[in-house]
Every structure is written in structure tokens, then in C-alpha cells.
């Protein structure tokens, strides 16, 4: 017998939910096989089988909060998948015996597409919108279902002629107060990020300064230059990598905002972390781009574009989301307008950019012009930042935007 243990996560992951059994009890799992997909705080996490063998015994149902070094399944190492059964003592056949290899092949064949092949984020999509896998058609050449072959086949109503509609679970609709109302359970990294949240508010003495940006400069470089950035880096030139270079410049003058408060120490930080958020289906999560005083613009861009990728796939690793020292989150691509970011984590700041709008600004005493304009707003914990140290910050950061050239001079 082999135990499914829940493994270790990260450090301070202590516990996940079991999001969807990929094996059920009676059938064959290779080992180094997934048998189970594991929702965590953070990330979701896919769990082999040490052996191969049947799974005898499923030791917590889908939607169970279960702990790390907790067994949660149990596999019969060698043990023979469930059969119909024949009559031990009953000689075999010599035709039945030619036969049963095409046999198994064929249950095999059933198996496979009783089983579609999807990859983690595919199957939780999956789940939450009641659809079968197996009716979800798919370009990928091996057969997977991807993610966004189940956002394409939610958007088509119809159901293929002569079947009938995929049932789904109904809604729990119930009466209070004689209203219809139905209670949806949050996620495990809904919760999460509640809990976190609310941690930080009670826990930090955040207060938020603002200020706005003329993206004139900017836009005017962009626009000159984007095409022969993309002909020489394969990778587009955003607005992220020119706040991300701005931050990290304004973070080298202020560095008490790239500190963590621990006790009665400031542990101020010499390397430059930038956490950048990014909004998924399941929540908003954060992971970090590394060394980005070290970066140029395009390696900036290019990380980027991939954790923002593998974040909507699912696909970000624990390591991904660990060690920032400052955030930018971008409301902006929203059409936010104007906001108060929290503080993430630990962190002691956290930069809020918002939509650029077009508004009449004042050039001198006579003069007004229609500028693309952009609020920005500087969340901190007081504690450990004084107005002046933020406000100082937050100004750095417009000063090198409204003149993107002194970027360059930053490195």
C-alpha cells in the first residue's frame, strides 16, 4: 500500500482544499501520475502518486480542507484494476483470450475520452461553469483542454444536435426575509486575500497620498519608438516598464519605502523586488519581478507579459509570488479613475496608477492644452514613512515620467 500524502507547499502554506480528484477509487495511476489537484492560498498545485498501482481508498471528498503531511488517498501498489468479474476455476477461452487485449484497448479507448486531458485552470473553469470536458472541442494538436477552449465554449449557447443540454448543479437559492438569495462559497483564495486584507488594515497605519502625471512624454516615446523596440526585443513597450524603472529609481532616493517594519527594526531592503499585480478569475494575484534595478526595459516588459501569462493560466509557482518589496497594481486597465490601494503584505508602500484621461491643463498663465493625464496614488504605512518621505516619493516617480529621458540616466 502506498499513502497520497498532502505535500509540503511553501512555508508558510499550511493547508489546501481539494479542488478536483483526477483519479477515482478502483482505477489504475501510473506513478509520477497526477491524482489530485490541490487549491492552495496562492496557487493551485497538482499531486503525483509515488507508485503505481489501483487507487484503492479516496480519504477526503472535493471542496475538504485538508493539511499538509495529511493522507488523503491510498494506492495498491501492483493491484489490478476493477473489472468485471469471472469465475476463477472457469478455464480461459482461446478465442476469448485473443480477444481480450482488444478488449481492454478498446475500454481504454472509452476511458481516454471519459477522461479528456485539461490542463488545471481548464478543469477549475470547468467546474465552476458546470461544463463537461469531454464535450469542450479543442485545436491543440495532443488532445488538452486549455483554458480558453472552455471560455470559447461557454460562449456558444447551442448544444450539438440531438443531445441534450449538460446538467448543472443548481444554484443553493434560498428565502430570507422572503427574498431569493443564494450563498456562494469563497474560494480558498478568496478567503485568503480577505483575511490578508483585513490584516493589513488593522495591522498597519496606511494612509494614501495622490498626485497626476502628464503621460505627454511618454506616449510621444512610446509612439516613436515601439516598432523598432519590437523589432529588437520581440516584446511590446508598455507603460509598466517605464513606472517599474520609475519606482525602482524613486525607491534608491526614498529606501524606507522598500522596508518591512519587523518589531521595533526596519529591515531596509538593497535589492528591488517589484511586485505587479495582476486579476485573474480567481482573485488578484501578485507575482514579482526580480532584480529590476539589473533590467533593462525589455527584460522588464518581457518578464512581465510572462507572469501575467502564467498567472491566467494558472500556472505561477509559489516562488513566483514570494519576496517582493513594493507593488504596482494598475487599476487603470479597468478604467479606474482614482483610488486607495492597500498595502500587500508586509510591504511598506504600494503604487496605484489609474486610467489616462484627457483634461484641459493649465501650460502657463495664458496657456491651456488638453493633456493625457494620469492620478497616481502612493498607499503607505505611516509608521515608518512621514508625509514628506511619501509625498517626495510620489513626486520623484512623476518628475521622471513627464521627462522619460532622465530614465535613462537613472539605469
Request: proline share 5%; net charge negative; aromatic share 4%.
Amino acid at each position: 500500500m502506498a499513502e497520497i500524502k498532502v505535500p509540503e507547499l511553501a512555508e508558510s502554506i499550511t493547508e489546501g482544499t481539494i479542488a478536483q480528484w483526477l483519479k477515482k477509487p478502483g482505477e489504475h495511476v501510473e506513478k509520477g501520475e497526477y491524482i489530485v489537484e490541490l487549491e492552495t492560498d496562492k496557487v493551485n498545485v497538482e499531486v503525483i502518486s509515488e507508485e503505481s498501482g489501483v487507487v484503492k481508498e479516496l480519504k477526503a471528498a472535493e471542496g475538504d480542507t485538508v493539511q499538509v503531511g495529511e493522507v488523503i488517498a491510498i494506492v495498491e501498489a501492483g493491484g489490478e484494476q476493477a473489472t468485471e468479474a469471472q469465475p476463477a476455476a472457469e478455464p480461459v477461452k482461446e478465442e476469448v483470450a485473443v480477444e481480450e487485449p482488444q478488449k481492454e484497448q478498446a475500454q481504454a479507448e472509452t476511458e481516454k475520452k471519459d477522461r479528456p486531458i485539461a490542463s488545471p485552470a481548464a478543469r477549475k473553469l470547468a467546474r465552476e461553469k458546470g461544463i463537461d470536458l469531454s464535450e469542450v472541442p479543442t485545436v491543440d494538436p495532443l488532445g488538452r483542454v486549455r483554458k480558453q477552449d472552455i471560455t470559447s465554449f461557454s460562449n456558444q449557447p447551442q448544444q450539438p444536435a440531438g443531445q441534450a443540454p449538460t446538467p448543472k448543479a443548481a444554484p443553493a437559492v434560498v428565502q430570507e426575509e422572503g427574498k431569493p438569495v443564494e450563498r456562494v462559497r469563497l474560494s480558498r483564495r478568496r478567503q485568503t486575500i480577505a483575511k490578508r486584507l483585513v490584516e493589513v488594515q488593522q495591522n498597519a497605519a496606511m494612509l494614501t497620498t495622490f498626485n497626476e502625471i502628464d503621460m505627454t512624454a511618454v506616449m510621444d516615446l512610446r509612439k516613436r519608438k515601439k516598432d523598432k523596440f519590437f523589432e529588437q526585443h520581440d516584446v511590446r513597450l508598455g507603460f509598466m516598464s517605464f513606472f517599474t524603472k520609475a519606482v525602482v529609481a524613486a525607491l534608491k532616493k526614498y529606501p524606507a519605502v522598500n522596508s518591512e517594519l519587523q518589531g521595533d527594526e526596519l529591515l531596509l531592503k538593497k535589492f528591488y523586488d517589484i511586485g505587479v499585480a495582476v486579476s485573474t478569475d480567481e482573485g488578484l494575484v501578485v507575482p514579482v519581478i526580480r532584480d529590476c534595478d539589473r533590467k533593462n526595459f525589455a527584460e522588464i516588459e518581457a518578464d512581465i507579459l510572462g507572469v501575467a501569462k502564467k498567472a491566467r493560466d494558472n500556472k505561477l509557482a509559489l516562488s513566483d509570488l514570494q519576496g517582493g518589496t513594493f507593488t504596482i497594481t494598475n487599476g487603470g486597465v479597468f478604467g479606474s479613475l482614482l483610488s486607495t490601494p492597500i498595502l500587500n503584505g508586509t510591504q511598506v508602500g504600494i503604487l496605484g496608477m489609474h486610467t489616462i484621461q484627457t483634461r484641459p491643463v493649465a501650460i502657463d498663465a495664458e496657456r491651456m492644452e488638453n493633456r493625457p493625464m494620469m492620478y497616481v496614488a502612493l498607499s503607505y504605512d505611516h509608521r515608518v514613512i512621514d508625509g514628506k518621505e511619501a509625498v517626495g516619493f510620489l513626486v520623484t516617480i512623476k518628475n521622471l515620467l513627464e521627462n522619460p529621458e532622465d530614465l535613462l540616466l537613472e539605469g
